[in-house]
């Protein structure tokens, strides 16, 4: 995968996405990231690239001439166009199934915003809008590197073991179930004797109930979603009462 980030804080990308597994991924080939500095694309002594809004107000808005020469110099880097992703607090809200969806594409442009946001006419840019959550951050660029480390650690390849991508948080709908390691016993805490039975089954049985009990104490509102049997549906309605779970088709 290509991802070409635009930015005016090319530097705030080089230690996060060199370090740990990102870093591996660029090791082992599997992502090309480049950052593009937005104001080699400006035309003044200043290097502008914000302005005072129309209709007046607080705050500055991204000029969108030096964008829109920055998106079209970075599409002619490769045969395809990149699928371009604005990050922006009104942008739909990022989870699981968005960083899966985006790991399909083969080039993925970030663009940063900065300041008060982009001019409205700039949105007509962008293939996609992203927000990380409901807070304003002041630019869009932590954004593009939480997107970008949840995206590329699905590809193929980047982390070690390929079943630890499926068996964790989200990917089942579920909040992941408590892991331990050595020692047994830490602080009078003892590790569960089922995880020490080497009983698979009952391995298997023990961690999916947990995932359930923790899901529902912290993230009920993903049991509506979430990939249930009948039983676990029955369950979850006796320990919660009501929640409105369809049991999967299989
Ligand atoms: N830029 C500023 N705040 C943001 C957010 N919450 N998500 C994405 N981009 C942003």
Redesign the pocket.
Known sequence: MIVDVLTIFPGMFEEPMSASMMGLARERGLLEFRTHDLRDWTHDRHKTTDDDPYGGGPGMVMKPEPLGEAIAAIHELEDEPAHTVF???S?RR?DQSIAEELSSHERILFV??RYEGFDARSHTLADDE???????????E???MVVTDAVVRLLPGVLGHEDSAVDESFSSGLLEYPQYTRPAVWNDLEVPEVLRSGDHARIQAWRRRKALELTLERRPDLLNEADLDSVEVEWVRQANGNVDSQPKED
């Open positions: 990050l922006t607090p942008g990022f940063c915003g992203i927000s990380i959550g409901d807070y304003v951050l002041t630019g869009g932590l954004a593009a």
